[in-house]
């Protein structure tokens, strides 16, 4: 009996010990994992392959730290996250529907359909996942502060860039041209709106000073890159900042001045800034050119021939409306309607995608897809986060939005890597609550 008793004892004491050792294994995984995610929210926009290697390393990470029925009971509760596979199923099915898996809108690169869908869908927004089930509520203002990191670094790699060509009579245009100033812009609008939450958040004057500078220097920095979305996006986002500030301070003279202060501005930028200057008159010449002479040769002119290609498809017959045009040969549908009906636009096939998002992703999965795509963002924007947090949140909706008009998220891994790691960072939040609040007001 009592020799019964040591071995129950012994058996107890190991079964203890052994589960204190997976305890301090997991919670050890879970810290080297938080760690990745600051490291991917450093380096995703500014790397060229780091950031692969962060998703990569955040993978094996996230399988080892286990706990799968607390993480999957959390990724169906958030309903983003399923939603978003949801859009992946239906591209699926489409490219079932499709009579080839070569021709539709893809990348060169990625000319294989079920390619293009992994490769650049997933892959990226698996941070999403990763994040919204394993961040710690303790790294969620490090992650935050990484990505304004970033967006500082390419804030002054903007300015560094213009003066540096300007003193060397070159043109700023070539440089904005070769890059994605569109995702440039986005990027640098989520950054100021979330530099406005610390902002108003903050209780020292040194840090609103400096706060406030790099506030000034992103919207300048979003009007010399002259993307008509990103300054579009930063109208809207201004227009949400003075409705969040009257509504705080239950006064519609805030909101009467902020908008004629940001109507002032942009109307300054416009007559002082060429680059603004340049694309809005670009603007107009194009739709001059497109109603006038039927000319489609230009940046605005292949967009709407793209949009009105799109309609005339998409509503041709009931099945086309319902299930779009198949994901695999959307590219021929549109290359050959052209080519029958109107030759002088067939040049606007080279493009890869529609450049905007609400019909690509019509096309490529239906309707039911697109309306799901939008139900990501009512979503996302109606999560129930602090009030101080909402500003930025609103700001990573809008902006969003906007690029949709314009531009896609799934031809480009970063550009889908900025909208996992909102997703992630914004669902962490929410998911703490109360309980998240910066190092700066838990010392207040």
Not at 231 to 251: M, P, R, S, T
Request: glycine fraction near 6%; include cysteine.
């Amino acid at each position: 009996m009592v020799f019964y008793s040591i071995r129950k004892r012994i058996s107890i004491m190991s079964t203890n010990k052994v589960m204190t050792l997976q305890k301090k294994s997991q919670g050890s995984i879970s810290l080297v994992l938080n760690l990745v995610f600051v490291l991917y929210a450093m380096t995703f926009i500014v790397s060229s392959g780091l950031e692969r290697l962060t998703i990569y390393l955040a993978t094996v990470l996230w399988l080892l730290e286990g706990d799968f029925k607390i993480k999957f009971s959390k990724l169906f509760s958030q309903k983003v996250v399923v939603l978003y596979f949801a859009i992946i199923a239906l591209f699926l099915l489409s490219v079932f529907m499709s009579d080839s898996i070569t021709d539709g809108f893809t990348q060169v690169k990625y000319a294989n359909a079920y390619s293009y869908i992994f490769h650049k869908n997933i892959v990226y927004f698996m941070m999403a996942v990763y994040m919204s089930t394993s961040i710690k509520k303790e790294f969620l203002q490090y992650v935050l502060y990484a990505f304004l990191l970033q967006v500082v670094y390419m804030t002054f790699n903007i300015y560094y860039l213009y003066f540096t060509q300007y003193i060397h009579g070159s043109d700023f245009t070539y440089f904005i041209m070769s890059t994605n100033r569109i995702f440039y812009s986005i990027a640098l609008n989520i950054g100021l709106m979330l530099f406005i939450n610390l902002y108003l958040k903050s209780f020292k004057k040194v840090y609103k000073i400096f706060i406030g500078c790099m506030m000034v220097l992103i919207i300048f920095a979003v009007l010399l890159l002259g993307s008509r979305a990103g300054v579009l996006a930063l109208i809207i986002n201004f227009l949400i900042l003075v409705i969040y500030i009257g509504k705080k301070h239950a006064n519609y003279k805030y909101m009467i001045a902020g908008i004629i202060l940001s109507s002032m501005m942009f109307i300054m930028s416009y007559l002082f800034i060429p680059q603004v200057t340049q694309r809005i008159n670009m603007a107009f010449s194009d739709l001059n050119k497109v109603y006038t002479s039927h000319n489609y040769n230009s940046s605005l002119g292949i967009r709407i021939g793209l949009y009105e290609t799109s309609i005339n498809l998409l509503f041709e017959n009931k099945c086309s409306i319902v299930c779009g045009l198949g994901y695999g040969d959307a590219k021929l549908k549109f290359k050959n309607y052209l080519e029958a009906n109107f030759p002088e636009k067939a040049f606007i096939t080279k493009q890869p995608h529609v450049h905007n998002q609400y019909l690509q992703t019509w096309i490529d999965g239906g309707l039911l897809a697109m309306f799901l795509y939008i139900a990501i963002l009512i979503v996302l924007f109606r999560l129930k986060i602090p009030h101080y947090d909402k500003l930025g949140l609103y700001g990573f909706v809008s902006s969003f939005a906007v690029l949709g008009l314009s531009d896609i998220i799934y031809h480009r891994g970063v550009v889908l890597g900025l909208f996992a790691f909102g997703i992630g960072l914004f669902l962490g939040i929410e998911q703490y609550g109360s309980k998240y609040k910066l190092k700066k007001e838990r010392e207040a």
